[in-house]
């Protein structure tokens, strides 16, 4: 167990999230809900996110593209056309071509560009203006002093006035290639670009180490938010922490981790001892409250407000339905406490989650019907809903600081409360426990076992549900676990299946047992112990039920059939063993009293005086004996309990044995009405007289 504890221990503290980690929730226009926050650093102050994105605007509706000249393509485009002219059908002469050629250089110096693939500004018309690279030097030239490819054409064409050469410019079809040669260069544009943008927008101050950034009630501005938008993020750069010098924080984290989980340790010690001497009940709660703390963690580190997400009121809900409230309500506050250290609002965080684990508890009491988590989730956003606006409206004195995103956050925290039953189920399969709901499951008439037990042996079934209903009053009288005790006493003789006809109960005339020795009846009666084992295994019953099997009768004896064979033996020295049912003797309350009220039930059967007197006697006679015998030695029962128990026996048994009033027979018939007519029944009134 204490390996577990410390396992639990350095899981939670490596995993913690780093203290300095930012988890602030606000928006723009509300107040600040948290305490001062100082620079832990540096900060440089920008411009808001309204002022940024008007510098951008600004910057994009005058900013300038830079083009450059591209002579490769300036040089294909003339030898294409040098190629086209000797293909013609009255192919020029090498002076005439030249003279052409020389036209379109002249052209293609000034420049040709593509207006329609130019950069847009945000009002969606055209740029006036490129940089033209030269070099390392960029100068501005307005987009009309080049030539689109249309009008460079027609420029061209202007400048031939021979006839005969304009024709062979035709016959080539020259107008097909004229391509721009003023083309954008896109690095060098997004460079400037950025760089203006960096230039424009770089920071206007900046928060000094320990200077004040905001404090509890300012109202967050623009540039406020901005500020702590650039606290975050570099927060983040820095891997969530802030650099520090000393080892004490960690230390300190280490030692509130461990201080912390050891208060849930020595309540349980001193409170609980039962559970704290129980190695699967120790293991299920470190592993509730260590899980739960690392689920947040994780939920914390992922998503903003991911810590208000976490369904925490599932570790009370799950603690309470196989232990206790008292032990559910502390394992709950012990998770809480231990996750306040990942969020910076320590306070509100503990306040909000303790009223919703309070109202999961209460709510909840004892789960029996799947429906039951739809309300408990219903109070607990209740619950936190309502602690959170009381809390914002004392601490900021106004509802405009309550946050929509937090209510989303708590709703989704209650929504997931629904899915406690799916812990519940795995916790019964991790740990061999049962919960209220399977013992309600289980306690249906209609389960297969029980099905077979009320068609196969009538009277054995008849006897388990006496015996449960004896054994679920009282224990609701000592505090006991009830449906665990009902459940149980249900299924405690199943194993008489086997055997039917050796049972008294299932018995019409004829007794098998007078063909058998003492012996060997014993051994048939006493088998229906591992019988039933053998049959709870099969149809896989919790233990807990197995535990009702093998200890309703404990090391006791078939006293029947020892004293029989006693008396067939006088003066030899019996062995009781082969008489000794197996055991073990109840270990629990619930075992004892199920144990009691079987040996009671039985034996009322054959009471030929069923005076309130005689039932007394009885009750008190057999479950004094059992106590004699040592049968109840290992069972927690007090004195109390004990008197208790036989109160409730008594009173139950002389409810179910009361005499009834006797009908009076009729005098002489009731005449029949006339045919058609109702028949009232004739009663006789003060005076003797007969009416109807």
């Known amino acids: ?18 203290t300095n980690e930012n988890r602030y929730i606000y928006e723009i226009n509300r107040p600040w809900n948290y305490n001062l926050l100082t620079a832990p650093f540096d900060i440089p102050v920008h411009h808001d996110t309204i002022s940024s994105m008007a510098i951008r605007d600004s910057l994009a509706s005058s900013f300038e593209p830079v083009y450059f000249r591209d002579n490769a393509r300036e040089a294909q485009i003339l030898a294409k056309a040098a190629t086209r002219l000797m293909q013609v059908e009255n192919p020029l002469n090498a002076t005439q071509r030249s003279v052409l050629l020389s036209k379109l250089r002249e052209v293609y110096q ?18 006036r203006n490129v940089r033209h690279l030269e070099g390392d030097v960029a100068k501005s030239k307005p987009v009309a002093s080049y030539y689109t490819p249309k009008r460079a054409y027609a420029k061209f064409d202007s400048l031939i006035s021979d006839q005969a050469l304009h024709r062979a410019v035709v016959a080539a ?21 950025e760089e203006s943008y960096a230039t424009a927008l770089a920071p206007i101050g900046v928060i000094q180490h320990g200077e004040r950034i905001v404090d509890r009630g300012d109202i967050v501005t623009p540039q406020l938010y901005t500020i702590l938008n650039t606290y975050e993020a570099m927060i983040e750069e820095r891997g969530g922490t802030v650099t520090s010098g000393s080892f004490y924080p960690s230390l300190g984290t280490f030692a509130f981790i461990l201080l912390t989980l050891g208060m849930l340790m020595v309540y349980i010690a001193f409170f609980r001892r039962d559970y704290f001497d129980s190695l699967p009940t120790m293991l299920f709660l470190l592993m509730m409250v260590t899980v739960f703390t690392l689920l947040a963690y994780g939920m914390n580190s992922m998503v903003r407000l991911g810590l208000y997400m976490v369904p925490f009121t599932i570790v009370p809900i799950v603690v309470l339905v196989f232990l206790d409230s008292r032990t559910a309500f502390i394992s709950g506050i012990i998770t809480i406490l231990i996750c306040s250290s990942a969020t910076q609002n320590h306070w509100q965080f503990i306040l909000i989650q303790i009223a919703a684990a309070l109202a999961a508890v209460v709510s909840i009491r004892e789960l029996s019907k799947r429906s039951q988590l739809i309300q408990t989730s219903i109070v607990v956003f209740l619950a936190y809903a309502l602690f959170y ?99 149980g006493a249900l299924y405690h003789d199943i194993g008489k299946v086997n055997n039917p006809a050796f049972f008294t109960e299932n018995q019409h005339g004829v007794n098998p047992h007078n ?82 009220a079987d040996a009671v039930e039985a034996a009322s059967r054959s009471l030929p005086d069923h005076s309130p007197e005689a039932i007394s006697a009885l009750v008190n006679k057999i479950i004094d004996q059992q106590i004699a015998e040592g049968l109840h030695s290992e069972s927690p029962l007090s004195f109390r309990d004990i008197a208790t128990i036989k109160s409730v026996f008594a009173s139950r048994l002389r409810t179910m044995f009361h005499t009834r009033i006797s009908y009076p027979e009729a005098i002489r018939p009731a005449q029949a009405e006339p045919s058609g007519e109702s028949q009232l029944p004739v009663v006789a009134d003060e005076k003797n007289e007969k009416r109807p």
């Open 173 to 193: 079809r020259l107008a097909d290639i004229i391509a721009p040669n003023i083309v954008l260069d896109s690095l060098a544009t997004s460079r400037f670009k």
């Open 1 to 18: 167990m204490w390996g577990a504890f410390a396992v639990a221990v350095l899981l939670m503290f490596y995993l913690r999230p780093t």
């Open 515 to 596: 063909a058998l020795t003492p012996l060997q009846s014993a051994r048939i009666v006493i088998g229906h112990v591992t019988d039933g084992l053998r049959r709870a295994e099969l149809a896989k019953l919790p233990r807990s039920i197995r535990d009702f099997i093998a200890q309703h009768h404990g090391r006791g004896r078939a006293r029947y059939f020892y004293t029989t064979y006693c008396n067939q033996h006088p003066g030899e020295e019996v062995d009781a063993a082969p008489f000794t049912y197996p055991g073990p003797n109840p270990q629990t309350r619930e075992t004892s009293i199920v144990m009691m």
């Open 110 to 127: 000034t420049g040709v560009i593509d207006v329609g693939e130019l950069p847009k500004r945000p009002d969606s018309t055209y740029v």
């Open 389 to 487: 606006a009381a809390m914002e409206l004392m601490l900021v004195g106004t509802f405009n600081s309550l946050v929509p995103r937090m209510l989303g956050a708590l709703a989704v925290n209650a929504v997931l409360v629904s899915f406690a039953y799916f812990v519940i189920f795995l916790m019964e399969k991790l740990f061999g426990f049962t919960s209220r709901v399977s013992l309600v499951e289980l306690a249906d008439i209609n389960h297969p076992l029980l099905r077979e037990l009320s068609e196969e042996c009538p009277g054995t079934f008849n006897h388990s549900m006496a015996v449960s209903n004896l054994a679920s009053a009282a224990a609701s009288r000592i505090g006991a676990n009830v449906q665990l005790t009902r459940t």
